[in-house]
């Protein structure tokens, strides 16, 4: 459930709200004029000072701040670890699983990164599917098949990647990509609902709803 598929695909529509790839300032315009969001890649933010936004967020997730400054809108927002609320960001969202989930923090550092997966069904690491080497990710499998314990899902040059436990397939790395050896490339829901493929899920509904209200504490 991402729109930056709209990349790869030109359009991506989640929940009903679609979303359009642009290329340039105009792209963006027009997409916002028809009603779409607009998706670009623009890893040296050029667009981005041709924008000039009121608000920035830097929901990258890389676990630590890749050059987001305070200057660079009115409002900057940081998700997760690597930003200090009143140093390079206004405020951080917390994006740990737990009882501080979407807490907006407005001084100081979110929860630092765990390096463990938040549990689903009780299960961390086990339904993450990481690389076992260097080279091309292969696969016939698609988001949302069931797997079982055991089953293989992929392989990376001679090595076969496998599940560890039984569920829907509710991320994967796009087959042909390159990967290196313990990258994620996947993830395996053990709650096994299928439908839970095409929906945002209720740890991006606490935290979308914490950029919102930390937007509106500023323009309310």
């Not at 929940?15 to 890649?41: C, F, L, P, S, Y």
């Not at 890389?62 to 997760?80: E, M, P």
């Not at 990647?161 to 313990?182: A, E, M, Y």
Request: proline share 4%; charged share 25%.
């Amino acid at each position: 459930v991402s729109y930056c598929e709209a990349i790869h695909d030109g359009s991506q529509t989640v929940e009903g709200v679609r979303a359009i790839k642009a290329d340039t300032v105009k792209d963006i315009h027009a997409a916002w004029a028809r009603g779409n969001i607009a998706v670009a890649a623009d890893p040296q933010w050029h667009l981005i000072k041709k924008i000039r936004p009121q608000v920035l967020v830097d929901a990258i997730l890389a676990k630590k701040n890749l050059g987001t400054r305070l200057q660079d809108a009115g409002v900057v927002i940081g998700l997760g670890p690597g930003f200090n609320a009143g140093a390079d960001v206004h405020m951080v969202i917390e994006t740990n699983r737990g009882h501080n989930l979407g807490r907006i923090i407005t001084s100081g550092l979110a929860e630092p990164n765990t390096g463990v997966p938040g549990a689903i069904a009780c299960i961390t690491a086990d339904r993450v599917l990481r690389s076992p080497a260097d080279g091309l990710f292969k696969s016939e499998k698609s988001i949302g098949d069931s797997v079982a314990a055991g089953e293989v899902i992929g392989s990376v040059g001679e090595q076969m990647v496998t599940s560890k436990i039984d569920g829907v397939l509710r991320g994967l790395i796009r087959p042909q990509s390159r990967v290196s050896k313990g990258s994620k490339i996947g993830d395996v829901d053990p709650r096994g609902h299928r439908e839970y493929c095409d929906t945002i899920s209720e740890k991006a509904r606490a935290i979308a709803g914490s950029v919102l209200e930390a937007m509106l504490r500023v323009f309310n």
